[in-house]
Every structure is written in C-alpha cells, then in structure tokens.
C-alpha cells in the first residue's frame, strides 16, 4: 500500500474552509484515498473516499490531483466539533480486503 | 442504539492475566477488524475476519488470539497479559463490495495492564 504524507498539525477560525493536504505519490491505478478523522480517543469516523474524481457529501469535499498525487480534504465551515486529528490513508481493493494504514494524521485544531 | 459496541469500555488488569475485550455489531456487516492504538500514534491492525470461518492476522497479532463467535460478534484475547499491551482497543466493521469500503468503528476499550 502507498504511504501518504500529512502535514502534523493545522489551525482553522470556526466557520472558515479547513483544507487538509495529503501527499501519496506512489498511489497506483487501484488504490483509492479514504479520510477518516477521530476525536479525541473516541472511535475513528469515515468521512469520504475517492478514486480519481472530486467527490462531496453531507460532511465534506475531497479534490484529488489529475496525476492522483495528492488530495486535498475541505471542510467548507468548520466547527469547533471538527477538532480532531484527520487520517489520510490509501487502500487498495485488489484482494477484496479493505486494509486501512493509519499514519500520525494532521491534528486540527478549530478555535473560535 | 450504537451499531458497533465495545465491552468493558476501560479494564485494568495485572501482568499474566487472560482478558477478553468483545464487540458486538448490529450493522449486518461481515467484516470484523480488531485495531490498537499507542498515545501519540495511529492505529495497527490486530486481527480482521471476513466471516465465520475466515479470520487472518494483521501486522501486529503476536500476543493476541480471536474467536468470530457469529457473524455480529469478534472478540479479542491476550492469554497472558503484558504492561506493553495497555492501549485503546478499537473494533470494527465493514459491508462487502464496490463502494461500502467505509469502516465502522466502536468507542473503544481503554485497556491497561499493571
């Protein structure tokens, strides 16, 4: 599995954009980006997934590089509830089996 | 009601004892995962089980043992617990195919060891 890159911290003002960079250059064709982010201790939370096409949901938007380089995870406003540290992870779906690497993440931090 | 839960939720247990941490899941999922977390440092794979009667080792399954007692439950032993195996313990879950590849993870287990 590819290793990605993230930046250990981030600071954001509640209510503004918090874009999250994430570096996987050896990312190959069937590996696709997945964030997840956990709030202090509790469980981590899936918020998206991506192959190669920009994709957005209720929780946020991911914007993926044409090469599939990097990405980038945007949360358009954030909240003082989006503390929390944000994992980047690659997988590839080859052998059906979902195995999810968790690095160090990118801790962010939303204050008022 | 959670969909993935976690018992006991914080254990403390002394050196050379067996622990049993158990999760339990209501999402129809067949796959089951058992994660560890260190303080300051991401998860590491224990255990994971596609079915019943599948269960594989992860990067870090020496020490551990798994039982898939059905499809909704998948619980996690130390025979002989050790001061190095304190740590958060996460469970989780996952549906098959194309684009279900979110994993769903339970609250955790805050284990220490004396």
């Known amino acids: 599995d590819a290793k990605t890159t993230q930046p250990p911290s981030m600071d954001c003002a509640e209510g503004r954009a918090a874009n999250l960079p994430c570096n996987h250059s050896t990312i190959s064709g069937n590996e696709y980006v997945y964030w997840y982010r956990q709030i202090h201790s509790q469980g981590p939370q899936y918020i998206i997934h991506g192959l190669k096409n920009n994709e957005t949901n209720e929780m946020a938007s991911l914007i993926i590089t044409e090469d599939r380089k990097s990405s980038t995870l945007i949360l358009p406003h954030a909240t003082l509830r989006d503390t929390a540290v944000y994992y980047c992870?690659?997988?590839?779906?080859?052998?059906?089996?979902?195995?999810?690497?968790f690095g160090t993440g990118t801790r962010l931090l939303v204050s008022p | 009601d959670a969909d993935v839960t976690q018992t006991p939720r914080n254990r403390i247990t002394k050196t050379g004892k067996r622990i049993m941490l158990e999760c339990s899941q209501t999402k129809g999922h067949d796959r089951m995962y058992w994660y560890r977390q260190d303080p300051g440092l991401g998860l590491r794979l224990i255990y994971y089980?596609?079915?019943?009667?599948?269960?594989n080792k992860g990067e870090i399954s020496d020490g551990y043992s798994v039982s898939r007692q059905a499809q909704a439950k998948f619980s996690l032993s130390l025979e002989s617990a050790i001061p190095n195996q304190t740590a958060l313990y996460f469970c989780?879950?996952?549906?098959?195919?194309?684009?279900?590849?979110?994993?769903?993870f339970g609250p955790g287990t805050r284990l220490t060891v004396l």
């Open positions: 992870i690659v997988s590839s779906r080859s052998t059906g089996f979902q195995k999810l690497v």
């Open positions: 089980s596609f079915d019943v009667k599948d269960i």
């Open positions: 989780a879950t996952s549906g098959p195919g194309q684009g279900s590849n979110e994993q769903f």
